[in-house]
């Protein structure tokens, strides 16, 4: 009976303890299973505020690169309203207002628009050849970029061409008589004959330190252009009050 009375304690306290292990398993799995739980939910809300976050960011850059094209557009329609400003208020003599004489300079244009100097080339009665008007844009222009006033210059023209250009002149598109060894300098358009001619006036003549620069009168450019003439300054000069008669 003692025997029997051992085992069955034995057995109960065998029993006990694995309860007890059962109990503090289950406990610590539990435990453990929280924890995960826990962890994922934890890193679920950092990545929905990290979510948040970036689309916050994306707003703010948007709006920032928005406002910078808006700044942009602004700023370019500001550049342009103000070039068309200058344009406008940018004043033209008009043909009434030109003045020459002949000790004026010759480095400074009329100031007129290439409108209006069309214009007086169209109505220029001793233009009969119709040579001024066919060339009256490209006379303009160089004048412009080489600094010639442009009565100045067609009466040059006129001068050493004649009104109606002499065809030895205009067979070889040079109109103010360049030379060299003797003879007339040949070019191949009109367009080249001409730039040649201001090149030379603004380059040789009329800018300091030019190879035959004396001033920048009739009187100054006669010296060289026209050395052996006692009446190339009257003649220059008529032609040049014949065009804006």
Not at 142 to 163: D, H, P, R, T, V
Not at 165 to 175: G, L, M, P, T
Not at 186 to 198: C, H, I, R
Not at 221 to 231: E, Y
């Amino acid at each position: 009976m003692k025997n029997n009375s051992k085992s069955g304690l034995k057995i109960s306290e065998i029993i006990a303890t694995l309860s007890a292990f059962f109990i503090i398993a289950t406990s610590t799995q539990l435990f453990i299973t929280n924890q995960d739980n826990e962890q994922t939910e934890s890193e679920t809300e950092i990545q929905e505020v990290n979510i948040e976050e970036k689309e916050v960011d994306r707003k703010i850059a948007t709006t920032s690169r928005s406002g910078n094209h808006r700044g942009s557009t602004k700023q370019t329609t500001e550049n342009i309203n103000a070039s068309e400003n200058i344009e406008e208020t940018k004043k033209y003599k008009s043909i009434e207002e030109i003045k020459i004489s002949k000790n004026m300079d010759l480095t400074i244009t009329t100031g007129i628009s290439k409108e209006d100097f069309k214009k007086l080339m169209k109505n220029l009665k001793c233009d009969t050849s119709g040579f001024f008007y066919k060339n009256s844009d490209t006379i303009y222009d160089l004048c412009q970029k080489y600094e010639l006033n442009e009565i100045f210059f067609c009466g040059l023209i006129a001068g050493e061409s004649g009104w109606n250009i002499s065809a030895n002149h205009r067979n070889k598109c040079n109109y103010i008589s360049m030379m060299s060894k003797g003879k007339l300098i040949k070019y191949a358009t009109p367009e080249e004959g001409l730039e040649a001619a201001a090149k030379l006036l603004h380059n040789k003549y009329l800018s300091e330190g030019g190879a035959y620069y004396s001033g920048k009168t009739l009187a100054n450019v006669q010296k060289i252009f026209c050395p052996n003439s006692s009446t190339w300054v009257n003649l220059i000069y008529g032609c040049m009050k014949q065009v804006i008669k």
